[in-house]
């Protein structure tokens, strides 16, 4: 029952702040952590955020690759269920998910029922919070890579393009190659 409370409590929180921001200070990033990396997603392109504790069962898929968890039901629709922490090669794939654990759907809009598992929620953050780190990326990344911020306690984060991600080739291919496949 507790930990029921406690994400109506933080559904009511990201609710409240959302209505108090100023005009065109409105929150544009979920902030989340997988395996102690902090990541920005777009709000915009995030939909429904399941706790841990209420995710429904997952079936596995016979043959997918280990970062895919397996697909479950969500709101009457099939929703494929990725770990985003193994899926960006931070740990390894079937490692224990902390309690903190939670599962950010993709929305709608962007046409794939998928849901990410991120091990920490860490609020929402607007562009008056958030400075570019010039310089911080990478030389080659992948097109879903977005750019890196600092805050104002020094860290930084990382933005994920969802959008791109629901079309990236890799992301969308689960299954692994059957053995003597050409």
């Not at 544009?28 to 102690?36: D, K, Q, R, T, Y």
């Not at 046409?111 to 609020?123: E, Y």
Request: proline share 9%; with cysteine; glycine share 10%.
């Amino acid at each position: 029952m507790a930990r029921k409370d406690a994400l109506k409590e933080l559904q009511a929180r990201l609710a409240q702040q959302l209505q108090q921001a100023p005009a065109g200070q409105a929150p544009a990033w979920l902030a989340v952590e997988c395996a102690g990396v902090r990541l920005l997603l777009p709000l915009q392109e995030a939909g429904e955020i399941v706790e841990h504790a209420h995710v429904p069962p997952l079936l596995p898929l016979p043959h997918a690759l280990p970062w895919f968890e397996g697909v479950l039901n969500l709101r009457g629709h099939l929703h494929g269920v990725v770990d985003l922490a193994a899926f960006l090669g931070l740990r390894a794939a079937g490692a224990p998910h902390p309690d903190t654990s939670r599962l950010v759907a993709l929305n709608p809009a962007l046409g794939l029922h998928c849901a990410l598992r991120v091990d920490r929620l860490a609020g929402l953050r607007n562009g008056s919070q958030l400075a570019p780190l010039p310089g911080a990326e990478a030389p080659a990344h992948p097109a879903f890579a977005g750019e890196f911020y600092g805050d104002g306690q020094g860290r930084s984060w990382q933005a994920l393009r969802l959008a791109a991600l629901a079309r990236d080739t890799h992301f969308l291919q689960v299954a692994q190659p059957l053995p003597g496949a050409a």
